[in-house]
Protein backbone atom coordinates (compact mmCIF):
# COMPACT_ATOMS: atom_id res chain seq x y z
CA UNK A 1 0.00 0.00 0.00
CA UNK A 2 2.78 2.68 0.83
CA UNK A 3 4.70 1.52 -2.70
CA UNK A 4 1.16 2.44 -4.35
CA UNK A 5 1.18 5.82 -2.81
CA UNK A 6 4.50 6.47 -3.24
CA UNK A 7 4.35 5.75 -6.87
CA UNK A 8 0.64 7.90 -6.97
CA UNK A 9 2.61 10.62 -5.21
CA UNK A 10 5.85 10.56 -8.21
CA UNK A 11 3.38 9.97 -11.22
CA UNK A 12 0.67 11.82 -10.19
CA UNK A 13 -2.37 8.94 -11.20
CA UNK A 14 -4.45 10.45 -9.08
CA UNK A 15 -4.06 14.22 -10.24
CA UNK A 16 -7.17 15.94 -12.73
CA UNK A 17 -5.51 15.35 -16.03
CA UNK A 18 -5.57 17.73 -18.85
CA UNK A 19 -9.10 16.48 -19.64
CA UNK A 20 -10.17 17.16 -23.52
CA UNK A 21 -8.34 18.86 -25.44
CA UNK A 22 -9.72 21.86 -27.23
CA UNK A 23 -9.54 20.27 -30.66
CA UNK A 24 -11.28 17.43 -29.68
CA UNK A 25 -14.15 19.11 -27.14
CA UNK A 26 -17.57 19.10 -28.82
CA UNK A 27 -19.38 22.27 -29.31
CA UNK A 28 -23.24 22.20 -29.59
CA UNK A 29 -23.99 21.43 -33.72
CA UNK A 30 -25.31 24.89 -34.28
CA UNK A 31 -25.31 27.34 -37.23
CA UNK A 32 -22.89 29.72 -35.15
CA UNK A 33 -20.77 27.50 -33.68
CA UNK A 34 -19.35 25.72 -37.22
CA UNK A 35 -16.86 28.16 -38.15
CA UNK A 36 -14.72 27.08 -34.74
CA UNK A 37 -15.63 23.75 -35.20
CA UNK A 38 -14.49 23.64 -38.32
CA UNK A 39 -11.64 25.64 -37.68
CA UNK A 40 -10.73 23.10 -34.98
CA UNK A 41 -10.14 20.50 -37.28
CA UNK A 42 -8.96 22.08 -40.57
CA UNK A 43 -5.41 20.72 -40.28
CA UNK A 44 -7.35 17.01 -39.98
CA UNK A 45 -9.11 17.93 -42.87
CA UNK A 46 -6.36 18.91 -45.03
CA UNK A 47 -4.57 15.45 -44.20
CA UNK A 48 -8.04 13.51 -45.28
CA UNK A 49 -7.66 15.37 -48.65
CA UNK A 50 -5.04 13.11 -49.70
CA UNK A 51 -7.16 10.14 -48.70
CA UNK A 52 -9.91 12.12 -51.47
CA UNK A 53 -7.42 12.58 -53.95
CA UNK A 54 -8.77 10.16 -56.99
CA UNK A 55 -12.29 12.17 -56.92
CA UNK A 56 -9.72 15.33 -58.44
CA UNK A 57 -7.12 13.40 -60.46
CA UNK A 58 -9.10 10.65 -62.43
CA UNK A 59 -11.95 13.44 -63.86
CA UNK A 60 -8.65 16.14 -64.55
CA UNK A 61 -6.96 13.10 -66.12
CA UNK A 62 -10.16 12.17 -68.85
CA UNK A 63 -10.37 16.14 -69.41
CA UNK A 64 -6.61 16.15 -70.35
CA UNK A 65 -7.28 13.21 -72.55
CA UNK A 66 -10.26 14.88 -74.18
CA UNK A 67 -8.19 18.74 -74.58
CA UNK A 68 -5.39 17.01 -76.57
CA UNK A 69 -7.41 14.74 -78.61
CA UNK A 70 -7.20 15.28 -82.14
CA UNK A 71 -9.99 18.03 -83.03
CA UNK A 72 -12.33 18.24 -86.58
CA UNK A 73 -14.65 21.02 -87.70
CA UNK A 74 -18.42 21.25 -86.66
CA UNK A 75 -21.33 23.03 -87.86
CA UNK A 76 -22.86 25.16 -84.80
CA UNK A 77 -26.05 26.01 -87.15
CA UNK A 78 -29.04 23.30 -88.72
CA UNK A 79 -29.02 25.67 -91.75
CA UNK A 80 -25.28 25.20 -92.46
CA UNK A 81 -25.92 21.83 -94.87
CA UNK A 82 -29.21 23.96 -96.76
CA UNK A 83 -27.33 27.40 -97.25
CA UNK A 84 -23.79 25.67 -98.34
CA UNK A 85 -25.88 23.77 -101.29
CA UNK A 86 -28.19 26.49 -102.08
CA UNK A 87 -25.34 28.62 -102.47
CA UNK A 88 -23.22 26.16 -104.46
CA UNK A 89 -26.31 25.60 -106.42
CA UNK A 90 -27.04 28.96 -107.25
CA UNK A 91 -24.12 31.38 -105.77
CA UNK A 92 -25.50 35.64 -104.88
CA UNK A 93 -24.87 37.72 -102.26
CA UNK A 94 -27.67 36.81 -100.35
CA UNK A 95 -26.55 33.02 -100.02
CA UNK A 96 -22.81 34.32 -99.60
CA UNK A 97 -23.88 36.43 -96.77
CA UNK A 98 -26.16 33.60 -94.94
CA UNK A 99 -23.37 31.59 -94.97
CA UNK A 100 -21.20 33.44 -93.12
CA UNK A 101 -24.09 33.66 -90.75
CA UNK A 102 -24.47 29.79 -90.77
CA UNK A 103 -20.89 28.70 -91.21
CA UNK A 104 -19.53 28.93 -88.15
CA UNK A 105 -17.77 25.97 -87.60
CA UNK A 106 -16.25 24.87 -83.43
CA UNK A 107 -13.76 22.26 -83.36
CA UNK A 108 -14.83 18.70 -82.21
CA UNK A 109 -13.01 17.12 -80.08
CA UNK A 110 -12.70 12.97 -81.30
CA UNK A 111 -11.60 9.87 -79.44
CA UNK A 112 -9.36 7.27 -80.87
CA UNK A 113 -9.81 3.85 -79.80
CA UNK A 114 -6.85 4.09 -76.93
CA UNK A 115 -7.92 7.50 -75.22
CA UNK A 116 -11.76 5.99 -75.21
CA UNK A 117 -10.23 2.84 -73.90
CA UNK A 118 -8.43 4.61 -71.00
CA UNK A 119 -11.42 7.03 -70.70
CA UNK A 120 -13.93 4.85 -70.25
CA UNK A 121 -11.17 2.43 -67.80
CA UNK A 122 -10.64 5.92 -65.56
CA UNK A 123 -14.53 6.14 -65.23
CA UNK A 124 -14.78 2.87 -64.00
CA UNK A 125 -12.03 2.72 -61.20
CA UNK A 126 -14.18 6.14 -60.31
CA UNK A 127 -17.05 4.46 -59.96
CA UNK A 128 -15.80 1.67 -57.83
CA UNK A 129 -13.88 4.01 -55.69
CA UNK A 130 -16.43 6.41 -55.52
CA UNK A 131 -18.73 4.49 -52.47
CA UNK A 132 -15.33 3.31 -50.77
CA UNK A 133 -13.75 6.97 -50.83
CA UNK A 134 -16.78 8.73 -49.54
CA UNK A 135 -17.45 5.67 -46.68
CA UNK A 136 -13.74 6.58 -45.11
CA UNK A 137 -14.14 9.64 -45.53
CA UNK A 138 -17.63 10.06 -43.45
CA UNK A 139 -16.81 7.95 -40.77
CA UNK A 140 -13.59 10.16 -40.66
CA UNK A 141 -15.67 13.39 -40.15
CA UNK A 142 -18.35 11.75 -37.98
CA UNK A 143 -15.57 10.98 -35.30
CA UNK A 144 -14.34 14.35 -35.52
CA UNK A 145 -17.97 15.65 -34.85
CA UNK A 146 -18.42 13.54 -31.96
CA UNK A 147 -14.62 14.29 -30.31
CA UNK A 148 -13.14 11.27 -31.10
CA UNK A 149 -9.69 10.78 -31.13
CA UNK A 150 -8.85 10.58 -35.26
CA UNK A 151 -6.06 8.85 -37.17
CA UNK A 152 -7.02 9.70 -40.96
CA UNK A 153 -4.88 6.89 -42.88
CA UNK A 154 -5.80 3.90 -40.46
CA UNK A 155 -9.45 5.02 -39.90
CA UNK A 156 -9.68 5.51 -43.65
CA UNK A 157 -9.27 1.99 -44.26
CA UNK A 158 -10.36 0.70 -41.34
CA UNK A 159 -14.22 1.88 -42.53
CA UNK A 160 -13.64 0.67 -46.03
CA UNK A 161 -13.01 -2.68 -44.84
CA UNK A 162 -15.67 -3.07 -42.40
CA UNK A 163 -18.37 -1.57 -44.76
CA UNK A 164 -16.15 -3.36 -48.56
CA UNK A 165 -19.28 -4.81 -50.10
CA UNK A 166 -22.08 -2.45 -48.92
CA UNK A 167 -19.80 0.88 -49.45
CA UNK A 168 -19.22 -0.70 -53.37
CA UNK A 169 -22.47 -1.46 -54.04
CA UNK A 170 -24.26 1.90 -52.66
CA UNK A 171 -21.26 4.09 -54.32
CA UNK A 172 -22.10 2.55 -57.35
CA UNK A 173 -25.60 3.63 -57.16
CA UNK A 174 -24.61 6.57 -56.00
CA UNK A 175 -22.12 7.40 -58.97
CA UNK A 176 -24.56 6.10 -61.63
CA UNK A 177 -27.69 8.69 -60.16
CA UNK A 178 -25.41 11.65 -59.82
CA UNK A 179 -24.13 10.98 -63.12
CA UNK A 180 -27.96 10.55 -64.29
CA UNK A 181 -28.81 13.53 -62.95
CA UNK A 182 -26.01 15.84 -63.96
CA UNK A 183 -26.94 14.46 -67.33
CA UNK A 184 -30.58 15.58 -67.18
CA UNK A 185 -29.98 19.24 -65.73
CA UNK A 186 -27.53 19.98 -69.09
CA UNK A 187 -29.98 18.26 -71.38
CA UNK A 188 -33.38 20.11 -70.00
CA UNK A 189 -31.43 23.24 -69.05
CA UNK A 190 -30.32 23.58 -72.45
CA UNK A 191 -34.00 22.99 -74.11
CA UNK A 192 -36.52 25.16 -73.41
CA UNK A 193 -39.60 26.99 -75.37
CA UNK A 194 -42.42 24.52 -74.27
CA UNK A 195 -44.72 23.67 -71.15
CA UNK A 196 -43.42 19.94 -70.82
CA UNK A 197 -39.71 20.66 -71.23
CA UNK A 198 -39.97 23.46 -68.39
CA UNK A 199 -42.20 21.06 -66.37
CA UNK A 200 -39.55 18.61 -66.83
CA UNK A 201 -36.34 20.55 -66.07
CA UNK A 202 -38.09 21.78 -62.71
CA UNK A 203 -38.68 18.25 -61.82
CA UNK A 204 -35.02 17.40 -62.00
CA UNK A 205 -34.27 20.46 -60.23
CA UNK A 206 -36.31 19.13 -57.04
CA UNK A 207 -35.31 15.11 -57.26
CA UNK A 208 -31.73 16.70 -57.43
CA UNK A 209 -32.53 19.02 -54.60
CA UNK A 210 -33.69 15.77 -52.51
CA UNK A 211 -31.27 13.08 -53.60
CA UNK A 212 -28.28 16.10 -52.63
CA UNK A 213 -30.13 15.90 -49.18
CA UNK A 214 -30.48 12.02 -49.00
CA UNK A 215 -26.13 11.94 -49.56
CA UNK A 216 -26.04 13.49 -46.31
CA UNK A 217 -27.31 10.83 -44.67
CA UNK A 218 -26.76 7.82 -46.65
CA UNK A 219 -22.77 7.35 -46.07
CA UNK A 220 -23.65 8.14 -42.52
CA UNK A 221 -26.02 5.98 -41.59
CA UNK A 222 -23.61 3.03 -43.36
CA UNK A 223 -21.04 3.65 -41.17
CA UNK A 224 -23.36 4.12 -37.52
CA UNK A 225 -25.57 1.05 -38.18
CA UNK A 226 -25.81 -2.21 -39.75
CA UNK A 227 -28.88 -1.93 -41.75
CA UNK A 228 -29.80 -3.43 -45.23
CA UNK A 229 -29.49 -0.60 -48.15
CA UNK A 230 -32.75 -0.73 -49.11
CA UNK A 231 -34.14 0.35 -45.68
CA UNK A 232 -30.82 2.62 -45.47
CA UNK A 233 -31.97 4.95 -48.81
CA UNK A 234 -35.84 4.59 -47.02
CA UNK A 235 -34.14 6.53 -43.84
CA UNK A 236 -31.81 8.90 -46.45
CA UNK A 237 -35.09 9.81 -47.93
CA UNK A 238 -36.99 10.69 -44.38
CA UNK A 239 -34.06 12.40 -42.93
CA UNK A 240 -33.79 14.62 -46.23
CA UNK A 241 -37.46 16.06 -45.21
CA UNK A 242 -36.97 15.61 -41.35
CA UNK A 243 -33.80 17.51 -41.13
CA UNK A 244 -34.72 20.52 -43.51
CA UNK A 245 -33.60 23.05 -40.77
CA UNK A 246 -30.20 21.39 -41.18
CA UNK A 247 -29.78 20.19 -44.20
CA UNK A 248 -29.93 23.83 -44.90
CA UNK A 249 -27.49 24.68 -42.22
CA UNK A 250 -25.04 22.49 -44.55
CA UNK A 251 -26.04 23.81 -47.30
CA UNK A 252 -25.60 27.20 -46.58
CA UNK A 253 -21.94 27.01 -45.59
CA UNK A 254 -21.18 24.61 -48.67
CA UNK A 255 -22.79 27.62 -50.72
CA UNK A 256 -20.87 30.10 -49.02
CA UNK A 257 -17.29 28.34 -49.38
CA UNK A 258 -17.85 27.38 -52.96
CA UNK A 259 -18.98 31.02 -53.58
CA UNK A 260 -16.03 32.82 -51.45
CA UNK A 261 -13.64 31.01 -54.12
CA UNK A 262 -15.44 31.82 -56.81
CA UNK A 263 -15.31 35.18 -56.02
CA UNK A 264 -11.67 35.50 -55.57
CA UNK A 265 -11.34 34.00 -58.70
CA UNK A 266 -13.89 36.53 -60.91
CA UNK A 267 -11.96 39.08 -58.88
CA UNK A 268 -8.32 38.02 -59.63
CA UNK A 269 -9.03 37.74 -63.20
CA UNK A 270 -11.01 41.07 -63.10
CA UNK A 271 -7.83 42.90 -61.96
CA UNK A 272 -5.77 40.99 -63.58
CA UNK A 273 -4.20 39.42 -60.39
CA UNK A 274 -0.86 37.60 -60.54
CA UNK A 275 -1.94 35.06 -57.91
CA UNK A 276 -5.37 33.74 -59.68
CA UNK A 277 -3.80 30.43 -60.22
CA UNK A 278 -3.54 30.06 -56.54
CA UNK A 279 -7.09 30.54 -56.09
CA UNK A 280 -8.22 28.03 -58.99
CA UNK A 281 -5.68 25.25 -57.19
CA UNK A 282 -6.76 26.30 -53.83
CA UNK A 283 -10.10 24.38 -53.56
CA UNK A 284 -8.86 21.24 -54.64
CA UNK A 285 -6.77 21.44 -51.18
CA UNK A 286 -9.18 21.55 -49.37
CA UNK A 287 -12.78 21.88 -51.20
CA UNK A 288 -13.87 17.77 -50.74
CA UNK A 289 -13.06 16.98 -47.03
CA UNK A 290 -14.95 20.21 -46.08
CA UNK A 291 -17.99 19.55 -47.85
CA UNK A 292 -17.54 15.92 -46.14
CA UNK A 293 -17.47 17.30 -42.64
CA UNK A 294 -19.97 20.13 -43.15
CA UNK A 295 -22.51 17.35 -44.37
CA UNK A 296 -21.47 15.57 -41.32
CA UNK A 297 -22.60 18.42 -38.71
CA UNK A 298 -26.07 18.87 -40.27
CA UNK A 299 -26.68 14.83 -40.56
CA UNK A 300 -25.11 13.32 -37.35
CA UNK A 301 -27.63 15.35 -34.91
CA UNK A 302 -30.87 14.00 -36.68
CA UNK A 303 -29.64 10.71 -36.83
CA UNK A 304 -28.70 10.83 -33.12
CA UNK A 305 -32.11 12.63 -32.20
CA UNK A 306 -34.12 9.86 -34.72
CA UNK A 307 -32.20 6.67 -34.55
CA UNK A 308 -30.00 6.82 -31.70
CA UNK A 309 -31.44 8.00 -28.93
Not at 62 to 87: D, K, L, R
Not at 217 to 239: C, R
Request: glycine share 6%.
Amino acid sequence: MKRRRLFDFLYGTQNDGPGVSKEDAVLKPTLWNLPKAYGRKFTKLLNLNFCMLPIWVIPFVCFYIYSTSETMPSQTSGAFSSVFGMNIVSPSPLWTSLLGIHGFQSPLHTFGTARLIVVIVLGLLLAVLWGWINVGATYICRSMFRGEPVFIWSDFIYAIKKNLWQGLGLGLMDFAACALLVADLVYFSSRSGSLMLDFFFFAICAITAIYMFMRYYMYMILVTFNIKTLKLLKNSLIFSILGIKRNLIGFLAIFVVIAINAALVLMCYAIQFSFIGVFIILPFIYLLPTVVYFKAYAAYPVIEKYMIN
